[in-house]
């Protein structure tokens, strides 16, 4: 797989191996492979939070760029993941969307919940979806890209396994709700940090491409601190770039409420750099 | 130079292989350059059948279309709308739902390879901005404090209550009212984006094989838009040019075979406008240029003419021959008789349709050159080929031809048949009320000129079609359901220099002044069936996050725009918003579907924008650029409409010039152009008293009038001069100018004026309008000259004959014109 840089190769292989402690002796099942890389990619540690730069490029060339901070919430049951999540996303910049607050209560088994701040305007509304696979705040990424496809929502089957990675072909189990036929994602054997996802239309056109282009070990957390996701129709792309990753900052779920979308809560928020 | 034609006629071998060595070897040029693209030197034949070619790519009105539809991701449509008359809820219902969805996932994955600019490329349906139930969002507040961003038709519903329910969402979206769902709640309209406009056709033609597929339901879907039909209507061309040309050509063929009755020497006429023709169009595509609506048309100008010219020659031929002298003699008669005129009228009509290449566009400039080309090449085939061929031609086919049939007197054109007879009488009324056809020459002349000050300047490429035609029958369903398939956009910015603030277009008075023009538009002016911009996002999203019907409004800061902006981004097409502004909110971008392609509708919205803008001046100084499909059309036809009054004051004067130089004398010269004032004057101002638009067709054929006008003025007076010259009499020379010349001009003009009339069976307008208006033209330019110029030479003999009345002063016939015809007199 070409399109995967070398040096994201040397920082994936440099992973620290309790990242992947629990690395099976059998080679694991496709299904087992799409769960792990789905708590590789975004259930790491119980908590963390990121300044989040945000750059959206048309297939003119024009960029816009937004900054936030994601801050993440995992909700256990005792030390167990349960799934839950929660979201809060701060807009830093521009300064017109200043304190512009996206909130998520992520269900794995049902509609996430979803809420907008607009300051302006003085308002809280619920962003309100048949399906997951709208514009995250206009970039290419879907929503359902930054909080995360469940891997129990696709059929998986594994492609081919190489040197590095295990492929993965995807299926959903209902098409109604998604835009692609299905998606192929290059997994990494040691982090099960899926570093490319393509997405297909019935025909085989390959449209849309998720890259991870870099990635760093964070507090022993294989950390994707750069992706790309490209609209190949359109001829855009949206990069996100991770700073000031931290995990287990101890955040409580009482900021992931509706009343701390009013009133951010500033000492969790990141700084300009 | 009438040398050529004798030599012609004694080296019969030499010419015939050297004309057609010269053709054949062009058009297998021009096959080979078709056959092996790429091929070094050759050139392929290229087909454009692209109205936008009227401009030359680097008009600023394309240059800013291109532009600006990549500034503001705009791509052409494909409009295909569906009404069902039967059902009581129209479309909305699950059956007709269900076949629309699976038109529409038929759509999504349409491309094809295309080749521009001698490159192959992909071009498809952008399948992420297709507008259609399924495709866009409904935006809507659902329960308490929510905004729901759902496709309008997520899946297709099961039962008739689901299917109302898609309307009705699709009703409380102002910017989908009239545009997506009818006016009257019925019909829907899909729009299909494609990437580039050539395959529109290809689109149009699967979506028709999808829709024949689905069950009858009652439902009628209409295909249409201005890409469609112009790509629609250059399939069709050549169709037409397939059928028409040889259509027309087979009616003159007959025509001459009732004249002449000898097939042997009518196959020559037919052949040697096929030579110029072929030759004309071989070097066209060797040269390079391509076939555009305006050149598929050479041929059917060419043909006439030089036609004209054979039968000028033909004629005269047959009144002279008997098989007692010898064939030479007889030709060098001929030839010596029509030498002059012929060539003078060869060289007018070129200078007539050179004149063309002074209009600014391309594909007129290209046509105007050709035709002369074509006209040349004609003259060159005729007044060489023709004699030859009367020279090795049997003295059987000539037996039946000619003189020697003349004691029979069978035919209606023979001495004694009624058109002679006829014609002797026009001949004896013009010269004897002479001051009553002029008078009513310029009763005639004045009612045309008002004619002409009523004639509207329109074109419309969907009108190319005849009324019946499904594109127009679409066109009618479309624009009378819905907003419009038309579409014309207008680019606003601060002017340069202009007070402006950052991000000119996130200014909640900047967005409420760009509404009240959307308003205004919509309201006032009835060719504006719908105006999209910005402001109809942000009012309809604040609406849904205040939840209240009140709350449709700009709010009142930026920050509040950008946040309601913000919140569409959230949506399945947060890129529509870039369709009406840019990303640094420094432009904006108003999409108006006009119900009418009409350039003069176009013209009317153009003016109510700029009252609008004079009567509401924006919050700061605006600078506006207009681009669309409409809209180029509106350019091109303004730039040919002025080119084409240059052109044809252009040709005027060189064709004066010419008769002058012909006739050595500015009062024959005057009088030569006689006939082709009073027709092309005459045809404007019938054009504009029947109300027939002037449109692309109209305007080229004035130039046609004119070569034909003073073709026949040139013969006839010509003529006329060589027989007063012999005669010493004008009232001995009129009665034999209506025997021999006027025949000829006669069997001219029916071959023509008739042989065209195919034309008028072509399923496109344009085609139509060019069979009309040649007959037309031949009629009117034959009856100016029979009848005005006798009248006229009437009324002063005396000082137009100077020259030819032989007195003692002046024993020696000077080289006047007539002179032409010293061979005969002696």
Redesign the interface.
């Known amino acids: 797989m070409r399109a995967v840089p070398k040096l994201l190769l040397a920082a994936l292989l440099l992973a620290p191996a309790g990242a992947a402690n629990a690395q099976p002796s059998a080679a694991p099942s496709a299904q087992e492979i799409a769960e792990r890389s789905e708590q590789a990619a975004y259930y790491q540690a119980q908590d963390g939070r990121a300044r989040v730069q945000m750059e959206i490029v ?3 060339g ?3 760029e937004r900054t936030m901070t994601i801050l993440r919430h995992d909700m256990m049951a005792g030390d167990e993941q349960t799934g839950h999540q929660r979201f809060y996303v701060y807009f830093h910049e ?1 300064s ?2 200043r304190d ?1 607050v996206f909130m998520v209560h992520k269900h794995p088994q049902a509609n996430d919940d979803r809420w ?1 701040y ?4 003085d ?9 997951e ?6 970039s290419d990424y879907f ?1 359902e890209d930054v909080s995360g496809r469940s891997a129990k929502e696709d059929t998986h089957t594994l492609k081919e396994t190489t040197d590095t990675y295990y492929v993965l072909r995807s299926e959903p189990k209902q098409p ?1 709700l998604v835009e692609f036929d299905h998606y192929v994602s290059y997994i990494h054997k040691q982090t099960f940090i899926p570093v490319q996802v393509e997405y297909y ?3 085989g ?1 390959k449209y849309r491409q998720y890259t991870v282009n870099k990635v760093e070990t964070i507090e022993g957390h294989p950390t994707v601190v750069k992706s790309t996701m490209k609209d190949l ?2 001829g855009g792309h949206s990069t996100l770039t991770y700073t000031q990753v931290d995990y287990d900052v101890g955040l409580t779920p009482d900021v992931f409420t509706e009343r701390y979308l009013r009133n951010p809560p500033r000492g969790q928020l990141t700084q300009a750099e | 130079m009438r040398k050529l034609s004798e030599h012609a006629a004694q080296h019969r071998r030499g010419y015939f292989t050297g004309v057609i060595a010269v053709t054949l070897g062009l058009m297998l040029l021009a096959a080979a350059g078709t056959i092996f693209p790429g091929a070094p030197l050759l050139q392929p034949l290229t087909i454009d059948t692209d109205p936008e070619n009227m401009l030359s790519e680097d008009a600023p009105v394309r240059v800013d279309h291109d532009r600006l539809k990549k500034v503001f991701g705009l791509d052409e449509y494909v409009v295909v709308g569906v009404v069902n008359d039967s059902h009581e809820e129209g479309v909305f219902n699950p059956q007709d739902l269900a076949n629309i969805h699976q038109l529409t996932e038929a759509a999504k994955g349409l491309k094809f390879t295309i080749t521009v600019d001698g490159e192959k490329r992909q071009a498809r349906v952008v399948s992420e901005d297709i507008i259609a139930p399924g495709e866009v969002d409904n935006i809507e507040t659902s329960g308490v404090g929510a905004v729901d961003f759902s496709y309008l038709m997520p899946s297709v519903p099961e039962t008739q209550d689901g299917a109302i329910q898609v309307r009705e969402r699709a009703q409380s979206i102002p910017m989908y009212q009239g545009t997506l769902v009818s006016g009257d709640g019925k019909a829907l309209a899909l729009y299909f984006p494609i990437t580039h406009k050539k395959i529109s056709h290809a689109v149009e033609q699967e979506l028709r094989q999808e829709i024949a597929q689905f069950e009858d339901t009652g439902a009628d879907y209409h295909i249409t838009g201005l890409p469609v039909a112009e790509d629609r209507f250059g399939a069709e061309m050549f169709f037409q040019m397939g059928v028409s040309a040889p259509l027309a050509m087979l009616c003159v063929f007959l025509l001459l075979l009732y004249f002449f009755r000898n097939v042997k020497l009518i196959l020559f006429s037919i052949a040697a406008a096929m030579i110029a023709v072929v030759f004309t169009m071989s070097l066209l595509v060797v040269s390079g240029f391509t076939v555009h609506i305006m050149s598929s048309m050479i041929p059917i100008f060419i043909i006439p003419i030089a036609i004209l010219d054979d039968i000028h020659i033909l004629s005269d031929f047959h009144d002279r021959y008997t098989p007692d002298r010898p064939r030479l003699e007889i030709i060098r008669e001929v030839m010596g008789e029509l030498w002059r005129p012929m060539l003078f009228t060869s060289l007018t009509t070129t200078a007539g349709f050179a004149s063309l290449m002074l209009t600014p566009n391309p594909p007129v400039q290209v046509f105007g050159a050709f035709v002369a080309i074509g006209v040349l090449a004609a003259w060159f085939v005729t007044v060489t080929l023709r004699p030859a061929y009367l020279m090795i031609v049997s003295e059987e086919t000539l037996a039946k031809f000619g003189a020697a049939r003349k004691s029979k007197g069978d035919g209606a054109d023979r001495p004694h048949g009624a058109l002679a007879g006829g014609l002797r009488a026009m001949g004896g009324f013009a010269g004897q009320h002479g001051k009553l056809v002029l008078a009513g020459s310029a009763v005639v002349l004045a009612l045309s000129v008002w004619g002409i000050t009523k004639i509207e300047v329109n074109d419309n490429p969907i009108r190319w079609f005849e009324s019946s035609h499904e594109i127009r029958v679409a066109d009618r369903v479309i624009n009378d359901h819905f907003a419009g398939s038309y579409m014309a956009y207008l680019q606003l910015q601060p002017k340069d220099g202009a007070d402006a603030p950052d991000q000119p277009f996130k200014q909640p008075e900047m967005l409420r002044w760009i509404a009240g023009l959307q308003r205004h538009l919509e309201q006032n002016v009835p060719q504006v069936g719908k105006a999209s911009a910005l402001p109809d996002i942000i009012k309809t999203v604040h609406r849904e996050l205040l939840g209240s019907a009140d709350a449709f409004r700009i709010p009142d800061s930026p920050q509040a725009v950008a946040q309601t902006i913000l919140t569409y981004e959230n949506s399945h097409d947060p890129d529509n918003v870039w369709n009406f502004t840019t990303t640094d909110y420094d432009q904006a971008n108003l999409w108006l579907q006009l119900n009418s392609g009409d350039n003069k509708d176009m013209e009317s919205v153009v003016q109510a924008v700029d009252a609008y803008m004079a009567d509401n001046p924006p919050p700061m100084a605006m600078q506006k650029t207009w681009f669309g499909l409409t809209y180029i059309n509106l350019i091109w036809q303004e730039k040919m409409v002025n080119g084409m009054a240059q052109a044809l004051l252009g040709s005027f004067a060189v064709v004066l010039v010419l008769v002058t130089v012909l006739f050595r004398s500015p009062s024959w010269g005057l009088l030569a152009m006689v006939p082709l004032t009073v027709t092309v004057v005459t045809i404007y101002g019938i054009v504009g008293w029947v109300g027939k638009d002037y449109d692309m067709p109209t305007a080229v054929l004035s130039s046609l009038s004119l070569g034909l006008a003073v073709d026949y003025a040139i013969h006839f007076l010509a003529r006329s001069r060589q027989i007063f010259a012999r005669t010493q009499s004008w009232a001995k020379t009129l009665p034999e100018i209506y025997e021999e010349p006027a025949r000829a001009i006669t069997r001219n003009i029916i071959v023509l004026g008739v042989g065209f009339l195919p034309l008028l069976a072509s399923s496109l307008v344009p085609y139509q309008t060019v069979g009309t208006l040649i007959s037309a033209i031949l009629v009117l330019a034959g009856l100016a000259t029979l009848l005005i110029l006798p009248a006229l030479v009437g009324q002063f003999p005396n000082h137009l004959f100077k020259k030819e009345t032989l007195n003692e002063s002046r024993t020696q016939a000077p080289a006047g014109g007539a002179a032409a015809g010293a061979g005969r007199r002696r």
């Open positions: 048309d297939s003119q024009r960029t816009r521009p017109d969307i512009t907008l607009l300051p302006a305007l308002l809280v509304r619920r962003i309100a979806a048949e399906d696979r709208s514009s995250f705040v206009g929503y109604g239309k019935a025909d056109t129709q359109g």
